[in-house]
């Protein structure tokens, strides 16, 4: 557990005293002169912290980097499941918005009314000039494509900032001192409450809601678990957290794609954002799949969990010394 500590003492650490010293601070204004897209990348350097403390943690203990859980089992049987990765945070962010608008039809607007306004405004604030709506409409229309292609690639540096931390050590760190389901729900909350300071000044749930932000909290604590069960999965059938860096860019790149249809901007804790319950609800049935194979697997002595690192007592010199035993 010693390693387990220090990587999440070091995590959170950096990332809450960042955020609290620099985001909140460009997020609320009190910095001038920060255009918003230097406030987007400001927040999103956050993602780079779990990485930074799986480098100390490795260093610190004398670890080193054997099993770093980046490099696949081979090509041909990862690929389905990189496949998977990339294209099924898409599908599932369509399947869950499709049951949302089913059941709650009159939020459903396929000429995007809402979001043209929306866009209109921040361009004449801006000082742009006025674009037609049908123009305005196949622009919106034209990204979503790009997003389900590309955003994946275009995440993988931010992604992996993460990924490599939570998918890559935390989680089979974790295994090896828990069974698989228990796993996933304590590092799933861990992860949700990591990103605790951002959902409190109102990313992914906003600030007006009843019991703000413990209720929002909770929230991402419970979407946290969704989506570790699916990004853990890509990587145990991989062997590579490099899957999980590609679903969680895939689904940073597209989750928004469902409010463009949205009549009123849903509500966050339903949808049809997969933040959710309902908008997420794809999300929620492939996960409990997910979690029941691997719990099946585990049961069966067939759960391949890659390795993060060495055991607890083990350091780097350790190691070599045992391989030169062994070869003398």
Not at 37 to 63: D, H, K, N, S, W
Not at 129 to 152: E, G, H, K, N, T
Request: hydrophobic share 50%.
């Amino acid at each position: 557990m010693k390693r387990i500590a220090i990587f999440l003492a070091v995590t959170f650490a950096l990332t809450w005293a960042y955020e609290f010293g620099v985001v909140y601070p460009a997020s609320s204004g009190a910095l001038t002169g920060i255009p918003p897209v230097a406030t987007q990348f400001i927040t999103g350097a956050a993602m780079f912290f779990p990485a930074i403390g799986v480098l100390v943690t490795r260093l610190v203990t004398g670890e080193g980097f054997k099993n770093s859980a980046i490099k696949p089992r081979g090509f041909k049987k990862p690929l389905p499941w990189f496949l998977v990765a990339w294209f099924g945070p898409p599908a599932l962010v369509c399947a869950g918005a499709a049951v949302y608008f089913l059941a709650f039809p009159h939020d459903f607007d396929p000429s995007m009314s809402l979001m043209l306004t929306a866009v209109q405004q921040q361009a004449e604030a801006a000082g742009g000039v006025q674009v037609p709506a049908d123009m305005l409409r196949s622009m919106l229309l034209a990204q979503l494509p790009f997003a389900i292609f590309l955003a994946p690639a275009l995440n993988i540096l931010t992604t992996f900032g993460e990924e490599w931390g939570w998918r890559g050590y935390l989680v089979p760190k974790m295994s090896t001192k828990l069974r698989i389901v228990p796993t996933l729900l304590v590092t799933g909350v861990i992860w949700g409450l990591w990103h605790a300071p951002l959902t409190a000044i109102g990313h992914n749930y906003g600030t007006d809601y009843l019991g703000w932000p413990v209720t929002g909290i909770l929230a991402m604590c419970g979407f946290c678990i969704v989506m570790g069960i699916f990004l853990t999965y890509v990587t145990v059938r991989t062997g590579s957290c490099l899957a999980a860096a590609i679903g969680h860019g895939a689904l940073n790149g597209f989750v928004s794609a469902a409010v463009l249809f949205s009549a009123t901007g849903g509500n966050p804790f339903v949808g049809p954002l997969s933040t959710g319950i309902v908008g997420g609800s794809a999300f929620i049935v492939v996960a409990a799949f997910m979690l029941w194979d691997l719990h099946r697997r585990e049961k069966a002595g067939t759960l391949d969990m890659p390795k993060a690192g060495l055991p607890d007592d083990a350091t780097r010199d350790d190691h070599t010394r045992e391989t030169k035993g062994s070869s003398s």
